[in-house]
């Protein structure tokens, strides 16, 4: 029974104890670490060395959350860290700044270059330097190695890395659109980084090492599987008591705080990217909706996309409700079909075949739908029919450690690529939009969805929104103005 499994989710995600307080991360041992330094040697080769930059220091009271790339090769968060791994050596070394103690005192304790022993226990990296001793060597572990063996490629991030809240593809167009700005013309910290290894070794052939880090990141290990889970538990969580805190004149940034708490109630300090919280065709409609400043307005439907970062992992998932706790006959009409199709495709996933076959076996699959649906309308049919043709972008995007993540699932599919099923439907002439969004993983034997417990029935969604929710329990305080 669905509300019996959901409490049973819920009372162990609320109840667990929290973790001590420390400024290192647990979640992946040395060996993890040494297993993904190992990929990264076998495909730079014997005769390079890669060397990746992590984020800077913050210039304001920002959460300091570290490079997506340099974590997941290190899982050190402290800013202004440099990862040297010496194909020639097998070596890995670690460059962390000194201790700070005017700042730890403002903003408490980071790794640091004196804790040397602690970090090489917990990364299980060879060595740690302090920050200036990269200076200091003029470059000499890039350009000339101990044995005096030059490194014939140095490989480094071209792309911009993702930090809180970003994607590759977001990065990018950000960074073009500042390069054409006649009076800006910056770049991102990994290609000015490429521009100085370039002047500073002229003699070294500077390679991309994005490729090989995406094709590592793109096949999940268990325990980054398991963050993603708890990801997608919050994020599933947080959207049930946004359904119950729904009601006509509460605000779409109520239902946002209301998912936000579930978030942090439960230990996911950050976002794993703005909410998306519209209600009515116009909001709902901008696809990435990020105002969040309208009232809610009987008979008008929300789309909540939303999910949190839990420790460097998050998820991506999407719900459509009535915003008085029924839907009209033509919302149910359409949304069912979004939900039949999301079912035909999300039960043919499997390790072996590529989305184009599943998809081909949904559309199939499709048919008796058609033949037992009588669409209220003619625009409506065709946009369904439009739907399982085209798919309307129901294999959708990777996720993990950025909610569009780099890598990719071309070709026969692979246990442990997790992506989201994301079929939406477009009715142009009313200017719908409409989506069902969840994260999945794949599976030795299928696949498995992580947010099976968040409601997708219609029925189930409409019991669950004409609940009360922190909203309408914890009104917010007036205040004059």
């Known amino acids: 029974m669905f509300p019996r499994r959901l409490l049973v989710v819920a009372l162990t995600l609320v109840l667990a104890r929290p973790a001590l307080a420390q400024h290192y991360q647990e979640d992946f041992p040395p060996d993890e670490f040494k ?54 050596t097998k ?5 962390l700044p000194p201790r700070n103690a005017a700042l730890e005192s403002a903003e408490g ?6 804790d040397a022993d602690l970090v090489k226990r917990l990364t299980g990296v060879d060595d740690v330097k302090p920050l200036e001793a990269m200076t200091a060597l003029n470059w000499p572990a890039v350009s000339t190695s101990p044995g005096g063996r030059p490194a014939a490629q140095v490989y480094a991030e071209f792309s911009p890395a ?27 910290r990994q290609r000015r980084f490429v521009e100085l290894l370039r002047a500073r070794n002229p003699r070294a052939d500077i390679r991309d090492v994005n490729p090989i ?19 997608s538990q919050l994020a599933g969580l947080g959207v049930m008591e946004a359904m119950r805190s729904t009601e006509p004149g509460v605000t779409e940034y109520q239902l946002d705080a209301a998912a936000r708490y579930v978030f942090l109630a439960n230990g996911a300090r950050l976002e794993a990217y703005r909410s998306i919280t519209a209600s009515g065709v116009e909001n709902i409609n901008n696809m990435h909706y990020y105002r969040n400043t309208a009232a809610l307005v009987d008979g008008d439907l929300v789309l909540m996309d939303y999910a949190p970062d839990y420790h460097y992992y998050v998820s991506d998932i999407g719900r459509v409700w009535p915003v008085n706790g029924k839907y009209a006959p033509w919302q149910r009409e359409l949304l069912q079909f979004v939900l039949e199709y999301r079912n035909a495709i999300m039960s043919r996933i499997r390790p072996g075949v ?35 043709e085209t798919g309307g ?9 950025a909610v569009h993540d780099v890598g990719n699932y071309r070709g026969p599919l692979k246990p442990g690529q997790v992506f989201s099923i994301d079929p939406q439907l477009r009715v142009p002439e009313e200017n719908l939009y409409l989506r069902y969004e969840d994260t999945v993983v794949v599976t030795e034997n299928g696949v498995e969805n992580f947010t099976d417990f968040l409601p997708s029935e219609l029925a189930d969604i409409e019991k669950l929104v004409q609940e009360k929710g922190v909203v309408q329990k914890v009104p917010p305080v007036a205040t004059r103005r």
């Open 213 to 231: 880090l995406d094709e590592l990141r793109s096949i999940k290990s268990p325990r980054e599987i398991a963050l993603i889970r708890r990801a």
């Open 354 to 388: 590529t989305s184009q076959q599943i998809m081909e076996e949904a559309r199939k699959a499709m048919e008796p739908i058609f033949a037992s649906t009588k669409f209220s309308k003619d625009i409506y049919e065709r946009a369904c029919r439009r739907l399982v």
């Open 393 to 401: 972008g129901v294999f959708s995007h990777t996720v993990g450690m």
């Open 91 to 95: 070596r890995v070394t670690l460059y």
């Open 162 to 188: 993702e930090g809180l809240e970003q994607s590759r593809g977001e990065l990018v167009s950000a960074e073009t659109a500042r390069a054409v700005d006649y009076w800006d013309g910056s770049v991102s």
């Open 109 to 114: 304790r980071v790794l640091s270059a004196s």
């Open 35 to 88: 297993a993904r330094w190992q990929k990264v040697f076998e495909r730079i080769g014997d005769t390079a060395v890669a060397v990746l930059q992590g984020m800077p220091r913050t210039d304001g009271f920002i959460f300091p959350r570290q490079f997506n790339s340099f974590y997941y090769l290190s899982g050190i968060e402290t800013p202004e860290a440099y990862l040297l791994l010496d194909g020639r």
